[in-house]
């Protein structure tokens, strides 16, 4: 499966952006998704995932009432909502996907298989 994410910008803190990702195939609602985010210097960290049916959700503290994720397996896309950014939410944000779908640990990178290309999301104070 390809990944394309967008729908990453420039925003004020407080603001909010929507990211979206974008895969190709027919078997989109076989993989569980989720997004990833790198700021320079820093590893890349864990900030949602959803199950294959959208039922299921995880989050990483830091973004725990402020983001949200969804999908539209019809449409072949997931989501995140950001709201109330912080300049610490600076960071090119992938999103990937799991062959695995509903199994093993979301939160852990080495669990997808693919990886889109990221986007940029820059949160300004």
């Known amino acids: 499966v390809q990944l394309q994410a967008y729908g990453g910008g420039l925003v004020q803190a407080g603001g909010s952006l929507r990211l979206s990702c974008a895969a190709s195939?027919?078997?989109?609602?076989?993989?569980?998704m989720g997004w990833f985010r790198q700021a320079p210097g820093k590893e890349r960290e864990f900030v949602s995932a959803?199950?294959?049916?959208?039922?299921?959700?995880y989050y990483a503290d830091s973004v725990k009432g402020r983001f949200t994720i969804s999908r539209d397996n019809a449409k072949n896309t997931v989501y995140l909502q950001m709201n109330s950014l912080k300049p610490e939410d600076t960071a090119v944000y992938y999103c990937?996907?799991?062959?695995?779908?509903?199994?093993?640990?979301?939160?852990?990178?080495?669990?997808?298989?693919?990886w889109g290309q990221g986007t940029q999301v820059t949160v300004s104070s």
């Open positions: 990937a996907a799991d062959e695995e779908g509903d199994y093993g640990n979301p939160r852990q990178g080495y669990e997808y298989d693919y």
């Open positions: 195939g027919r078997t989109f609602s076989r993989y569980g």
């Open positions: 959803i199950s294959r049916r959208g039922g299921i959700t």
